[in-house]
């Protein structure tokens, strides 16, 4: 066991997976000499050579295709894009080929592709470098929509969908890179898809999240048992597509009240179906109206820092946010 | 403006009634003081003199209806008089206190009961448990009825509570991983997952919810509504024995001879003075010493200790056709044989007239009731709470007996015997205590002394 950032995480379980199985590639921009610009891929390049550490052209559907290409021919591909802002010229290869390649083919074709990349905001990054774009993917059947919040969790996950014999999508909360630590096990252990995490046990209210809000809503969790005495439960989704559904309605069966955050855009953010499902299949156990707390509907995440914090939820807002859902 | 006919409380712990009977309709005239209507709770069945003289303007709660004191059940004034009825849950420009309920509202709970929009689950859940969410206070936003108002009200009162069963998030799984539940419960109800040990799951059984009218259409059978009183006696039973008390009984076998001989020897004289010298009298004297020898039996268990009963109140159990019903004989203790005859004559009377005052069948530290009227040998009568013990007294018959003289020689002697049992509360006394008092009767009884 050994305490570690989220970004070691990650770079410890691409070097295991390498490790593990000679199928397993990287390729991106900047990921092999540079070792990623956030050093998700330090050494990587040292270690297992340039044929399975591979520099990328800045030309992100050309990444996503190659990984394809590589994926049909049963190699194991980690394609890096370095912001999730950048992955929108990728989009017709991920949603029209990566996902629907096993359907379209009748499951003679399948596409175990890893697209990793860092998305959120919070980090000065302005509009191109701060973006939530888990909304886009999670609507496609056939693509996996992985988002870790803690290191054990980002190991396990990232190795379970190295593993997976379909395309997932595994975005990395980057404000939480170097912020968030936490132990991990040495050596071989994964985490499945599919399955939430109750991050915090409580019985007033059930606060939803993911990624760098589950982080954060953890937080707020703490803020108002100690301020105010509130016992909220927290739910890490952890993996959006597939949705752990039973680990949402079991919980809002037990509080009766719920508050999802998420750091998109307010509308039609993933939190929006999450709502949706739980006003469908657990309306009789609800004890208050479902509270959504995310970005509000501007065109990107502000630059100017006042503003970035302002556009942001935080464990601050998330607390009062919670309160006011207590007193309902 | 009209006068206000008001349910009143009958009794300490008397929280609604029952119209029983109008005895005016609307449109009828009324002196006040006249008798208006009869109310029956569960203890007593009593007659409500009209507050006014007047007209009767309108009645708002109909016969075989039930509500909490305070409720206003009809209106009285002149002819003339423009009725206005006001609504439950009145602004707080109204004076709580007279603000009257409307025919078919119920009572309020404490203070103002919440009239806006309730959420789902707690639209479920009164459904579910057949609740008055009038009764229910809420302490959410703008008083809003929450889930939590909800659960709280069900653990206060059980018998509104019918069905439970243990949460998912309540049960408890091997291991740390209390987050991800094997089974999903969305789909299904709860059943216990194979993890949790058989033992700690309380099974609560179907049976004992009420069963609904028609429930069973085509069962040969019939239904027999609940009157307040066997509703009342359902929730005492179920709560001093399942939930309250630990209760344990022993018997003792006495001699009744000493005690016939005074009776036969007294009756006569008693009779000259109105008093009907019956045996219960001296079985109400006989306990009034034994509880001064053995106090712990005159006393209450409280959650900060044992609570000692200075006074002797002795509640004496008198079958009416429809239940029971426990009359009290105050300052026992100061009473002699012949008061004590009159306090039993004159409050058995009166319990089978259902003329009792509402005081007069509360208070009681100490409860006799004598099952032996009816033929039994003897009983494990349940505790009337938050006593600590009952009396049963059998039926007295001749049994042969093996005494022995002066001279030491036993004999065969026919002897009018009964048997006395003692319940008691096992938290608050032992075993040796209960002998102790149901001894002392024994030897009072026995050695009864004019």
């Known amino acids: 066991m050994t305490v570690m950032t989220l970004i070691d995480a990650i770079r410890i379980a691409m070097d295991e997976e390498m490790a593990r199985d000679p199928r397993v590639f990287i390729t991106g921009e900047d990921v092999g000499l540079r070792g990623g610009v956030f050093r998700a891929t330090q050494s990587l390049l040292e270690k297992y050579g340039a044929t399975r550490v591979i520099d990328s052209p800045l030309a992100e559907l050309s990444i996503v295709a190659v990984g394809i290409g590589a994926a049909l021919a049963e190699l194991r591909p980690i394609c890096e894009i370095q912001f999730a802002d950048f992955i929108h010229p990728a989009f017709n290869q991920i949603v029209n080929e990566a996902a629907r390649f096993y359907y379209r083919s009748n499951g003679q074709w399948r596409v175990p592709l890893t697209i990793r990349a860092p998305y959120g905001g919070g980090v000065a990054g302005g509009l191109y470098h701060s973006q939530s774009v888990e909304a886009f993917f999670a609507h496609v059947p056939g693509l996996k929509v992985v988002i870790p919040s803690t290191p054990y969790d980002a190991k396990g996950l990232l190795k379970s969908a190295v593993r997976d014999p379909n395309p997932v999508l595994f975005f990395e909360p980057k404000k939480g890179y170097r912020a968030i630590k936490g132990e991990v096990p040495d050596g071989d252990y994964t985490v499945p898809l599919g399955e939430a995490r109750l991050a915090r046990a409580g019985r007033d209210l059930t606060v939803i999240a993911y990624g760098m809000m589950a982080h954060y809503s953890e937080k707020a969790a703490e803020i108002v048992a100690t301020e105010n005495g509130i016992d909220a439960e927290v739910i890490d989704l952890r993996t959006l597509l597939p949705l752990d559904k039973a680990a949402i309605l079991t919980s809002v069966k037990k509080t009766g009240k719920v508050l999802i955050v998420y750091e998109d855009n307010l509308t039609m953010g993933f939190g929006a179906e999450v709502a949706a499902i739980i006003a469908d299949e657990a309306f009789e156990h609800l004890d208050a109206p479902i509270k959504r707390l995310a970005a509000p509907d501007v065109p990107g995440v502000p630059y100017a820092h006042a503003m970035q914090e302002f556009y942001m939820p935080n464990p601050q807002s998330i607390a009062a946010a919670i309160r006011d859902l207590a007193e309902y | ?450």
Not at chain 2, 69 to 81: C, F, K, M, N, W
Not at chain 2, 300 to 317: N, S
Request: charged share 20%; hydrophobic share 45%.
């Open chain 2, 1 to 450: 403006m009209p006068t206000q006919v008001i349910m009143p409380q009958l009794g300490e712990s008397v929280v609604e009634g029952t119209v029983s009977r109008w005895l005016k309709q609307v449109g009828d005239r009324v002196e006040a003081y006249e008798p208006l209507l009869e109310v029956s709770t569960d203890k007593v069945d009593t007659e409500i003199p009209s507050p006014a003289d007047g007209i009767i303007l309108s009645i708002l709660i109909g016969e075989g209806e039930t509500v909490e004191r305070g409720t206003v059940i009809a209106l009285i004034g002149s002819a003339d008089e423009e009725i206005t009825i006001p609504m439950n849950g009145t602004p707080a420009s109204a004076p709580p206190e007279t603000a009257p309920a409307i025919a078919h509202a119920p009572a309020l709970g404490n203070g103002a009961a919440y009239t806006g929009h309730v959420t789902p689950v707690v639209a479920r859940m009164a459904a579910e448990h057949r609740l008055d969410l009038a009764l229910i206070s809420g302490s959410g936003r703008d008083g809003r009825i929450t889930k939590k108002d909800v659960e709280a009200y069900l653990e206060a009162t059980p018998a509104a509570n019918p069905v439970s069963a243990v949460d998912p998030w309540d049960q408890p799984i091997e291991g740390a991983d209390l987050f991800k539940p094997t089974v999903d419960y969305s789909a299904s109800v709860v059943a216990p997952t194979h993890a949790v040990p058989i033992a700690s799951v309380p099974i609560v059984k179907r049976a004992d919810a009420p069963i609904a009218a028609g429930a069973h259409a085509d069962e040969a059978g019939e239904l027999i509504k609940l009157s307040p009183m066997r509703r009342a006696i359902a929730e005492h039973m179920v709560r001093s024995k399942l939930q309250t008390s630990p209760h344990v009984t022993t018997v003792f076998e006495v001699d009744l001879s000493a005690v016939m001989a005074h009776r036969a020897a007294h009756k006569a004289e008693f009779a000259k003075q109105g008093v009907h010298l019956t045996l219960t009298a001296y079985f109400v004297a006989a306990t009034v010493t034994a509880l001064k020898t053995v106090p712990m039996l005159n006393a209450e268990w409280r959650t900060d200790g044992i609570f000692i009963h200075h006074e002797q109140r002795i509640g004496v159990a008198v079958a009416l056709d429809e239940g029971l019903i426990v009359p009290v004989i105050k300052h026992a203790g100061d009473l002699n044989l012949s008061g004590m005859a009159r306090a039993v004559n004159d409050l058995a009377s009166r319990a089978r007239a259902k003329a009792l005052k509402p005081d007069e069948v509360s208070g009681g530290t100490f409860t006799i009731t004598n099952h032996g009227v009816s033929g039994s040998l003897f009983a494990t009568p349940i505790i009337n709470q938050p006593q600590v013990g009952i009396l049963g007294v059998g039926v007295v018959e001749k049994r042969v007996k093996v005494i022995t003289d002066a001279g030491g020689n036993d004999m065969l002697a026919i002897r009018p015997c009964l048997y006395v049992s003692l319940t008691f509360d096992h938290r608050v006394v032992d075993g040796a205590a209960g002998d102790q008092f149901l001894a002392t009767v024994k030897d009072m009884l026995e050695g009864w002394q004019a």
